[in-house]
C-alpha cells in the first residue's frame, strides 16, 4: 500500500518533470508571452499615447504602411488605433480595451514607465504579443522592447561637440522637458564625455518642451546673459532649430551645435553652413514593432530587447537626407530608409 | 432652493426632495445609462466579476477627482492643483508602503498630506480671502514639485497584495466608492455638512445666519485634498509604482466631469450625483468608443460633441419653460 503509493507519486513527479521539461523548451522557442493559440490573421492594436506631434503621426504612417504590407500578406487584418492624449490613466485603460476585445498584438509607446505594468502583465498573460517601443515600460512581461540607447545619444552629442569646440570652450546645453526618461537618459549619457573634459565649461542648461518655440526663447534669455559661447549640447531636434534661429535673429555668430533630423533643423543646418551632428529616432520604429509582433505571433524567437542602432547625420550624409525632404512634413522628421531586409536583420542580432 | 436639507427631513419629503433635486442631471442620467448600454452590448465581458473589476478601476480615481472638485464648487470654490495632488498622493504611497511604515503607515501618510494639504489651501483661500483660482495654481506647482522632489522620476513600488486586493479582478474599488458615498451622505447630515451649500449659495445670508462659512469652506478643501491624495493612492496601486505626472490630465478632467455633472461655479448649485455621473460618463465615453471603432480623430470630435450635448440638453430645457 505504501510502496504502491509512493511509485505513484514518484511516477507522478517524473512525468511532471517530463511534462514542466517540455514546456519549458517550448517556452524557450517561442518569444516571450506568446502561446501559439492565435492564428493569423491578427489584430494589432496601436496603443498611441498622444497623436498630436508631428513625429507620432509619421510614426502612425510607417506602423499603417508596414499593416498594409502585412495585410497584403494575409497576415493581419485589422488595426485598430487609440490615443491617450497624453494621460498615461487613459492609456491604461485603452488597453484594457484592447484585451476585453481580444486583440492579438499590442504596440505601445508608453506614457508611463511604470504605470502600464500590471496591465500588460495581464495582457501578456492572455498571450498578446506585446512590443513596446520608444519610451519603454519598466517591465519583462513584454514580448519586446524596441529602442535606441538614449544614453548614447547623449555620450556622442556630446563627443561630437567637445571636439568640433577643440576640446574646451563655454557651451549651453539644451534638453527636453524634466522627469521624462527620454531627456534624462540623453542628458546622463553626455556626463561622462562632459567630466572627461575640465576646460569644457557648462553655462547653462534649459528645460523646454521638445518644441522649436520655447526652445527659441530660452536661448535668447540666455545669449543676453551670455556674450561668449562656444558651442551648444542640444538634445533634440526641435530645441537645435530654435536655438540656431535664436542665434540668428540676434545676428550672433552660429556656433558648433549638435541636433536631431528635424527637417527644419536639417534645411537650416545646410542654408547657414553649419557645423553640426545629428541623430534620430527612427520612425520607422512603430513599422519595426508591428512587424516584430506579427513575427512573434508566427511563432518566431524574437529577443526581449533590440537595440536600434543610432544612424548618424553628419556632413558627408546630410545632402542624401535632404534630397528625400519633399517627401517629409514640413515640421516632420527625415527618417533614413527602411525596409524588410533591415528588420530582418534587426531581428537576428543579439 | 430645497438645496439645504433640513435637518430631519421627514420620510415624506424626502423622497420628493430628492427628486426635485434630480431636475437638472436627469438627461446626464439618461445619456449614461444609454452609455451603459451600449459598452454592455459591445463588451459582454463587462458583466463578469473582472470585466466590472477592471471598468470600475478605470473609473475609480476619476470619481474621486470629481468629487474632491465637486466639494470645492459647491462652495464657490475651485482647485487647479488636484492632478498635483493627485501625484503626489501616488508617489507618497509607492516610496512609503513597500518601506518600513508599511501600508498603514503608508495609507497614513497619504491622509495626513491630503487633509494637511487642503487646509492649508483651505485656510489661505478663506482666511485671507485670496482667489481660490491663483491659490491653487500655485499650489499645483509646489505640489507638483513636491512629488518630483519626492520621486523624481517614475518608480517606487506598492506590495504586490494590496494592489491585487484594491485593482484585481474584485470590484473593491466599486464597493470604496459606494463607502465613500455613504460618508458624503452623513457628512452632509453633520453641522459643517449642512453648511456646505449654504457657504457657497449665500455666504453673507449663511454668516448672518449663525453658518460657520469659513469653516465649512476651511473643511471642504480639506476634504477634497484627502479624496485627491487617496485617488492617487489608488492610482499608485492599481499601476504598482508611482509617477510624479501621473495626475497632471486629472485637473481638467475633475473640473469637466464636475461641470457636466450640473455643479455651477458660482456655488451652492448641483449635487454629488451629477458630478459622479460626469466622470462615470468620462470614463464610459473612452470605452465605447474604442469598442465602436472610432479613429482617434473621430474621438476627439466625438468626445467634444457628448460634452456639449449633455450640458446643452437641460439648458434647452429651461429656455422652454
Same mark, same amino acid.
Request: glycine share 12%; aromatic share 8%; hydrophobic share 50%.
Given at each position: ?47 498611441? *499615447? ?30 485598430? =488605433? ?9 492609456? *491604461? ?9 481580444? =486583440? ?64 574646451? !570652450? ?64 542640444? +538634445? ?54 508591428? #512587424? ?39 515640421? !516632420?522628421?527625415? #527618417? ?15 | ?12 419629503? #424626502? ?9 437638472? =442631471? ?6 449614461? +445609462? ?53 501625484? +503626489? ?32 489651501? !483651505? ?34 513600488? *506598492? ?18 466608492? =459606494? ?120 474621438? #476627439? ?6 460634452? *456639449? ?13
Amino acid at each position: 500500500m505504501m510502496k504502491s503509493s509512493f511509485f505513484a507519486s514518484a511516477s507522478a513527479l517524473c512525468l511532471g518533470l517530463v511534462l514542466s521539461l517540455g514546456v519549458g523548451s517550448q517556452a524557450n522557442a517561442a518569444a516571450n508571452c506568446i502561446k501559439g493559440d492565435r492564428k493569423a490573421p491578427y489584430t494589432i492594436g496601436w496603443a498611441d *499615447i498622444y497623436s498630436v506631434p508631428t513625429w507620432m503621426k509619421q510614426t502612425q504612417g510607417t506602423i499603417e504602411a508596414e499593416v498594409e504590407t502585412l495585410k497584403k500578406q494575409g497576415l493581419v487584418d485589422k488595426l485598430v =488605433v487609440t490615443d491617450a492624449q497624453g494621460d498615461a490613466n487613459v492609456q *491604461i485603460q485603452q488597453i484594457q480595451s484592447m484585451i476585453d476585445s481580444n =486583440v492579438d498584438a499590442i504596440i505601445l509607446i508608453a506614457g508611463s514607465s511604470t504605470a502600464p505594468a500590471r496591465v500588460l502583465a495581464d495582457a501578456c498573460a492572455k498571450g498578446i504579443a506585446i512590443i513596446n517601443f520608444d519610451s519603454l515600460v519598466d517591465t519583462d512581461k513584454v514580448t519586446a522592447k524596441v529602442n535606441t540607447d538614449s544614453a548614447q545619444w547623449g555620450d556622442q552629442a556630446a563627443k561630437f561637440l567637445i571636439d568640433a569646440i577643440g576640446g574646451k !570652450g563655454k557651451i549651453l546645453i539644451l534638453n527636453g522637458p524634466a522627469g521624462v526618461s527620454v531627456s534624462d537618459d540623453r542628458r546622463k549619457g553626455a556626463d561622462a564625455a562632459l567630466k572627461a573634459h575640465p576646460d569644457v565649461k557648462v553655462l547653462a542648461e534649459t528645460n523646454t518642451p521638445y518644441n522649436v518655440a520655447p526652445a527659441q526663447e530660452a536661448v535668447t534669455s540666455l545669449l543676453f546673459a551670455n556674450p561668449e559661447i562656444d558651442g551648444i549640447l542640444s +538634445l533634440g531636434g526641435a530645441l537645435s532649430a530654435g536655438a540656431v534661429l535664436a542665434l540668428d535673429k540676434q545676428g550672433r555668430e552660429q556656433v558648433p551645435i549638435t541636433g536631431e533630423n528635424a527637417r527644419q533643423f536639417l534645411e537650416l543646418w545646410k542654408d547657414k553652413g553649419l557645423k553640426s551632428w545629428a541623430t534620430m529616432q527612427p520612425n520607422w520604429l512603430g513599422a519595426f514593432a508591428a #512587424y516584430t509582433a506579427v513575427q512573434a505571433l508566427e511563432g518566431k524567437d524574437v529577443p526581449a530587447f533590440v537595440k536600434i542602432p543610432l544612424p548618424v547625420i553628419d556632413n558627408s550624409s546630410i545632402d542624401g537626407y535632404l534630397a528625400r525632404a519633399k517627401d517629409f512634413p514640413a515640421d !516632420g522628421y527625415i #527618417y533614413s530608409p527602411y525596409d524588410e531586409a533591415l528588420f530582418k536583420k534587426l531581428l537576428v542580432q543579439k | 432652493m430645497s438645496t439645504i436639507p433640513s435637518a430631519t427631513p421627514a420620510g415624506a419629503l #424626502y423622497w420628493p426632495v430628492q427628486a426635485r433635486r434630480n431636475i437638472g =442631471v436627469r438627461s446626464l442620467f439618461v445619456v449614461v +445609462l444609454g452609455f451603459l448600454i451600449a459598452y454592455g452590448v459591445l463588451f459582454p465581458g463587462l458583466f463578469t466579476a473582472s470585466g466590472f473589476a477592471k471598468f470600475t478601476q478605470s473609473w475609480f480615481p476619476l470619481a474621486l477627482v470629481a468629487m474632491a472638485q465637486a466639494i470645492l464648487m459647491l462652495t464657490g470654490g475651485i482647485s487647479l492643483a488636484i492632478g498635483a495632488t493627485v501625484s +503626489l498622493g501616488a508617489v507618497i504611497a509607492a516610496t512609503t508602503m513597500a518601506g518600513p511604515l508599511g501600508v498603514a503607515g503608508g495609507a497614513a501618510a497619504v491622509a495626513v498630506t491630503g487633509l494637511g494639504i487642503g487646509a492649508a489651501t !483651505g485656510f489661505i483661500v478663506v482666511r485671507l480671502r485670496l482667489p481660490a483660482i491663483v491659490v491653487t495654481l500655485a499650489g499645483s506647482f509646489i505640489i507638483g514639485g513636491a512629488a518630483l522632489l519626492v520621486l523624481p522620476r517614475p518608480g517606487g513600488s *506598492i506590495p504586490e497584495w494590496l494592489s491585487d486586493m484594491l485593482a484585481g479582478n474584485t470590484p473593491a474599488a466599486f464597493v470604496i466608492l =459606494v463607502l465613500i458615498v455613504a460618508l458624503w451622505k452623513l457628512y452632509l447630515a453633520t453641522p459643517l455638512g449642512l453648511s456646505l451649500y449654504a457657504s457657497g449659495e449665500n455666504p453673507v445670508g449663511a454668516y448672518r445666519s449663525g453658518v460657520p462659512v469659513d469653516g465649512a469652506r476651511i473643511a471642504a478643501y480639506a476634504i477634497s485634498g484627502l479624496l485627491s491624495t487617496g485617488a492617487g493612492l489608488f492610482v499608485a496601486a492599481q499601476t504598482g509604482s508611482g509617477d510624479p505626472v501621473i495626475g497632471t490630465a486629472f485637473t481638467l478632467n475633475s473640473i469637466a466631469a464636475a461641470v457636466l455633472g450640473g455643479i455651477g461655479f458660482l456655488g451652492g448649485q448641483g449635487t454629488m450625483r451629477g458630478a459622479l455621473a460626469g466622470s462615470l460618463l468620462l470614463s464610459l465615453m473612452i470605452s465605447v468608443m474604442f469598442f465602436l471603432g472610432f479613429t482617434p480623430v473621430a474621438q #476627439y470630435v466625438a468626445q467634444g460633441l457628448i460634452i *456639449i450635448g449633455a450640458v446643452a440638453i437641460p439648458q434647452f430645457r429651461k429656455v422652454q419653460q
